[in-house]
Structure formats: C-alpha cells, structure tokens
C-alpha cells in the first residue's frame, strides 16, 4: 500500500510555470510505477503523464506534450510534474496515482482504472 499526498497548485498566470509534487509513503516508492489525472469541473478525468517503476520510460496526453514534465525521485519518494507554458485550459484538479508494479514490468499506464491508489489532488487555476 502507498499514502499519496499532493502539493504544489495554486493560481499562476497563462504562459507561466509551476511544480506539483506528490509525496508518497508506505510501500517502497521504487515498486510502483506512477501517473498523473487531471479533472476540471463538469469534466472527465483525464490522463496527463506517467512513468515506469524504473523511471526508463515515459508518456504524455497530446494537450500537454512538450510542455509538462514527469519525473520521479526515489530517494525522496517524490513525483513530480513541471508544468510549462501553462494554459487556461490546463485548469484542473491534478492527481497523483500509483500502481502496483511486478519487477519485470517496464511499462507505463495511461488509464484511471489500471491504478491502485490515488492521492486527493491539487488544484491548478491559470488565469488567461
């Protein structure tokens, strides 16, 4: 099992950057592979970026492509998303999500429902 716990929204202006972290604890980070939701009001939630166990490999959502991106910390067993060029479209709850990972998996996931855990989420507002 794995505590997910994320920081770093708030409100910036279009064009602008900003960091989300997501903290984890319980299980050893290292075993999970990791992956970040957004959902704004009224909206589905949708995938954002994600990243192997390993941190090998990677994977974005189209809208954000080329300029948000994951990375992980196992040392700190910290996610984090960078977040540049910031769009008004880009307003949204954001959510870190953790799967459970074998040792031979080297895959990264893309849907809501291939992960275990979730932390409660962050807000991002960017006004235009």
């Known amino acids: 099992q794995v505590q997910l716990v994320e920081s770093g929204g708030g409100l910036v202006q279009a064009g602008e950057s900003l960091r989300l972290s997501c903290a984890a604890s319980?299980?050893?980070?290292?075993?999970?592979?990791m992956g970040w939701f957004r959902q704004a009001p009224g909206k589905e939630r949708e995938f954002v970026a994600a990243?192997?166990?390993?941190?090998?490999?990677?994977g974005y959502a189209d809208s954000v492509k080329g300029r948000f991106t994951i990375s992980r910390s196992d040392a700190k067993s910290t996610l984090y998303l960078q977040m540049t060029s910031l769009k008004p479209e880009d307003t949204a709850v954001y959510s870190c999500?953790?799967?459970?990972?074998?040792?031979?998996?080297?895959?990264?996931?893309?849907?809501?429902?291939?992960?275990?855990?979730w932390g409660q989420g962050a807000q991002v507002t960017v006004s235009s």
């Open positions: 319980g299980r050893p980070f290292s075993n999970y592979a």
């Open positions: 999500a953790a799967h459970r990972a074998q040792y031979s998996d080297r895959s990264f996931y893309t849907a809501a429902n291939q992960y275990d855990y």
């Open positions: 990243i192997d166990w390993r941190g090998e490999s990677t």
